[in-house]
């Protein structure tokens, strides 16, 4: 049974070989406790700062795996240790803390942080030292030069061609296709990328690009750019923003009493924006929510179950597993398969398998054998309908009975 797109999830019969084949770390057989010398894995995430909100998510994820993993037989039969480090939303900072990591901490494998700007800083110490960099949420795929490095956010080599034209797509599958569209976005790198991209996909569909608009990472002051936008009046508003950007706009829209149409936000926290009223029926971009098509692979489904019990216990606005919660669990999932099918903790050994080899992960077959170790454009379109995120589109991706609500 072949997969229902060329980049797409497993249907039905692959779900079962892919539990098979994929790293259980949430199912399986007991094994022996593991012993002897930890596997000391050093990462950062943005604890503090502008980005804390979803960097929480990541770090609850690796916990879960982390400890989890740990309860079987950790990696090679050893245990495994997570030296986390807080590099505070700042990407200078987050360059200090790999190179502490690799020589103070004297880690074993790194795994990245969160957020681009702070990846490829990471990147740059992993390649000068010659260690392989796994990382969940890079988003800018040119960039990406150095050999050794493996995403998890599985968005094709070319982003800010094929997914602006998906999202376009879907808001066309309201049944009223937009004819005008505004686009402001934030300065963070890999936010604007993208939203270049929107723009060259609206010019090149014959759309009508009537705002563009762009504000520096780090601005709180949302109420001018409301007021352009009203004043613009688009059918569609592309919103590049990251973490809580998307909700501090709609609220300063809401204050001048101006809700606009059928918008998109880039990479919001996802928690914080199912919480806001005047987020209601947003899209954003996804990898994976926490329903079916994606919680027929059963990996997910027990991931979910546990993820939900401890995001509610943590206080997590959102207790679902979501795209970024789904990406960073990617990320362990990829790192643990290659090690154990290299029984090595040679970079360059289990760089090397990964390159020539794919994995299944909860987000869908992973291959890194594409430009800059990026294969195929996995991502998705999901809509906030009644306080919950679910995907809308592709259709095959879309929950039992979700279809775009347009306004």
């Known amino acids: 049974m072949t997969p229902t797109r060329q980049h797409g999830f ?12 994929v790293a259980l770390t949430l199912a399986g ?27 929480l998510i990541h770090k609850l994820v690796g916990e879960i795996f982390v400890e989890q993993i740990n309860q079987k037989d950790g990696l090679l039969g050893r245990p495994v240790e997570w030296v986390l480090k807080d590099d505070q939303s700042k990407p200078d900072l987050a360059r200090t803390l790999y190179e502490q990591l690799i020589t103070v901490d004297k880690v074993d494998l790194l795994m990245g942080p969160y957020a681009t700007g702070a990846i490829l800083s990471a990147m740059s110490v992993a390649e000068r030292y010659n260690k392989v960099l796994i990382h969940h949420t890079f988003g800018i ?53 993208m939203s270049v991209g929107a723009r060259d996909a609206v010019k090149k569909r014959g759309l009508q690009e009537v705002l563009w608009l762009e504000w520096e990472f780090g601005n709180r002051d949302f109420g001018p750019i409301a007021s352009r936008i009203k004043d613009a009046k688009p059918d569609f508003l592309w919103i590049g923003g990251i973490g809580l950007e998307g909700v501090m706009l709609l609220d300063a829209a809401k204050k001048i009493d101006y809700e606009p149409p059928l918008h998109f936000h880039l ?9 806001a009223a005047v987020a209601k029926n947003a899209l954003a ?12 692979n059963p990996v997910a489904a027990q ?5 939900s019990d401890r995001a509610a216990k943590a206080g997590l606005p959102d207790t679902s597993v979501e795209t970024q919660a789904a990406a960073s669990y990617t990320a362990w999932q990829i790192l643990e398969t290659a090690v154990t099918a290299t029984k090595s903790l040679d970079d360059k050994v289990f760089g090397d398998w990964l390159k020539k080899n794919r994995v299944d992960s909860i987000t869908g077959r992973l291959r890194f054998d594409g430009a800059n170790n990026y294969g195929d454009d996995l991502m998705k379109v999901k809509q906030l309908q009644d306080g919950k995120w679910v995907v809308v589109w592709p259709r095959e991706f879309a929950a039992p009975g979700a279809k775009l609500i347009a306004p």
């Open 10 to 21: 497993w249907v039905r019969g692959r779900f079962l070989m892919a539990a098979a084949v």
């Open 29 to 55: 057989p007991v094994a022996a406790a593991p012993s002897g010398q930890p596997i000391r894995i050093g990462s950062t995430l943005a604890l503090t700062g502008p980005l804390a909100a979803t960097s």
């Open 141 to 193: 795929p040119n960039l990406a030069k150095y050999t050794m490095h493996f995403p998890a956010w599985h968005m094709g080599s070319i982003p800010e061609q094929t997914f602006p034209n998906l999202v376009l797509d879907a808001a066309a599958s309201g049944g009223k296709p937009p004819k005008t569209v505004a686009i402001v976005s934030s300065k963070f790198p890999s936010v604007h990328f």
């Open 267 to 275: 990479y919001p926290a996802p928690g914080p924006t199912a919480a």
């Open 285 to 296: 971009a996804s990898v994976f929510e926490q329903h079916a098509p994606f919680t027929n």
């Open 303 to 307: 991931f979910g179950k546990v993820y």
